[in-house]
């Protein structure tokens, strides 16, 4: 297939757009390489498929209206899946705007660009944050979302409203993924495990927050993109059990879903760090800090819809992701 991904530079991008040129699929790749963190880093990514044969590399802003509607025409894709995004739930505090600029109106153009060139499917990326000051663990897609504790998780859930109007309106299948917590090699600067690890090799004190005492469903990069493709080939279909009367929140009578992609088992922070210093050989210095505002305490996704609908099954140990983390960061930067 022809496949538009957006954020191609970007951490999980770069890591779909290889698996989908590896099976055959043409890729369309768009990124506007901003300086949210080092472009370096966005540049080695795009080293390792620039050569491709069916990869099309092009730089681009998604919140520009103009070209995103003259890439969509030239290109015609037969489906898209849009990762580009202004991340970070404490960056948002800072920056509120690059979040309406990015995850509002590049949103809005990726869905015009779907409904006016007959995409067949449209699978974007949200976020667990949108749980926000939801308690009730595991996180169920079935559950309500409307309490959000930062403008990125507020970005996000607006995401999936925004998919589900145009899914009702233009029939246009569309598919949201709340990722949780996903790590791993080529993975993001401004992430937890990438602080942490460059200041322990740095021999630097870490911010642990919230006392150490976070849970988070963490999510290996490799697990994270098989989910990505498994729901790109199941194209969105509308649910016909769909009661207005008791409404559902993760489906509809329109061809949309809503799936939790994680782990399904989290982890506490100190445990987290305790498997690094294993396989960095270093012990950490940690400042122990307290909770940071929009930051939610636990993470916990429930992945059975996502089980049961497309046969997901992360299997990626802890471990076994930290252990391939810290050796592709010893070799990248070393």
């Known amino acids: 297939m022809k496949i538009m991904v957006t954020g191609t530079a ?72 849009n990762l580009a995004a202004q991340a970070g739930v404490r960056y948002s505090i800072e920056n509120p705007h690059a979040y309406i600029e990015s995850n509002i109106l590049g949103f809005l153009n990726i869905l015009e660009g779907c409904r006016h060139n007959n995409v067949e499917h449209l699978v974007y990326a949200s976020s667990s944050s949108v749980y926000g000051a939801n308690e009730s663990m595991p996180f169920s897609v079935h559950d309500n979302v409307d309490h959000p504790l930062s403008l990125y998780a507020a970005s996000k859930k607006s995401n999936e409203l925004m998919a589900h109007t145009y899914s009702n309106l233009y029939n246009l299948p569309t598919t949201g993924l709340r990722f949780f917590t996903v790590y791993g090699p080529w993975g993001r600067p401004d992430m937890a495990l990438f602080l942490f690890t460059k200041a322990i090799q740095e021999g630097k004190p870490i911010q642990v927050f919230n006392y150490g005492k976070h849970r988070r469903d963490f999510t290996y990069i490799d697990d994270i993109v098989e989910g990505i493709i498994r729901t790109l080939d199941h194209v969105a279909q509308p649910n016909p059990d769909w009661s207005g009367k008791n409404p559902d929140p993760g489906t509809s009578k329109a061809p949309w879903r809503v799936y939790n992609i994680g782990n ?71």
């Not at 590399?57 to 030239?74: P, Q, T």
């Not at 800090?289 to 429930?302: C, S």
């Open 10 to 81: 970007g951490f999980i991008g770069n890591h779909l757009a290889i698996k989908l040129l590896e099976r055959g699929d043409e890729v369309i790749g768009i990124d506007n390489l901003n300086d949210y963190y080092d472009v370096n880093l966005k540049l080695a990514r795009l080293d390792r498929i620039k050569d491709h044969p069916n990869f099309t590399d092009v730089r681009a802003d998604i919140s520009d209206r103009e070209r995103m509607e003259a890439l969509f025409k030239e290109h015609q894709p037969q489906r898209v899946v």
């Open 264 to 334: 399904q088992s989290p982890v506490e922070l100190m445990d987290y760090i305790e498997t690094l210093e294993k396989f960095l050989g270093k012990k950490a210095e940690k400042v122990l800090l307290p909770l940071q505002p929009g930051d939610v305490p636990d993470t916990y996704a429930d992945v059975e819809a996502l089980v049961q609908d497309v046969g997901y099954k992360p299997n990626t140990t802890i471990e076994q992701g930290i252990e391939k983390f810290a050796a592709w960061y010893n070799s990248y930067y070393t």
